[in-house]
């Protein structure tokens, strides 16, 4: 899509998080355009990464599904900008001008949803699903710092043990919580106040 675009040098691709931290190091690109759902780490949790690592780089997410809780870890994490998978070339080209000027670019689908949870908040309780109490003290450590953005390897050292049993711990918790990945344990941490944004 980017590649008749003048002013755009497209340096490398990748396919999982790990590989984009990696890229960026070695890169070091003005811009990242990040799919929110790679393989391994989420795209949330490689650009939280790429953005301590180096500030200077700049990180668009694209989404296909773009929700309030995406939305707000993606604040969080402190990405340029956030748009939907399928958006135009031109309005990415657009996104990619006004990032690289150091301004934040949501589209105005990302922006809709930011207003109505706003608007929803005082009115909306979010109370703690009864599955929560269904895991283990350490399993709900865990999903606490996993749905940080923490690497495995991050959460082994915070809690000096094994990666091998942290992915034990998070395979538990999707089995308890009926969830599929990662992506959906972050959700289900926002919505159920277990992480504060």
């Known amino acids: 899509m980017l590649k008749n675009v003048e002013f755009i040098d497209v340096v490398g691709k990748v396919e999982s998080g790990e590989d984009a931290i990696n890229a960026a190091q070695d890169l070091n690109p003005d811009i990242i355009l990040m799919d929110i759902m790679m393989k391994g780490m989420t795209g949330i949790e490689a650009s939280r990464w790429i953005k301590e690592q180096n500030s200077n780089i700049k990180v668009i997410l694209l989404s296909g599904e773009v929700n309030q809780d995406f939305i707000s870890l993606s604040a969080k994490v402190g990405v340029n900008g956030y748009l939907p998978k399928d958006v135009s070339k031109e309005t990415l080209v657009d996104a990619i001008k006004k990032v690289y000027a150091g301004e934040k670019y949501f589209s105005p689908t990302v922006m809709n949803i930011v207003f ?82």
């Open 116 to 197: 109505e949870q706003f608007y929803q908040q005082e009115s909306d309780e979010k109370k703690p699903v009864q599955k929560s109490k269904d895991l283990t003290t350490r399993e709900f450590e865990v999903l606490e710092q996993v749905a940080l953005g923490k690497s495995n390897q991050e959460v082994a050292d915070s809690l000096f043990i094994s990666i091998k049993t942290v992915e034990t711990h998070k395979t538990n918790i999707l089995s308890k919580l009926g969830l599929k990945n990662t992506a959906e344990l972050v959700k289900y941490a926002i919505k159920n106040n277990i992480i504060e944004l």
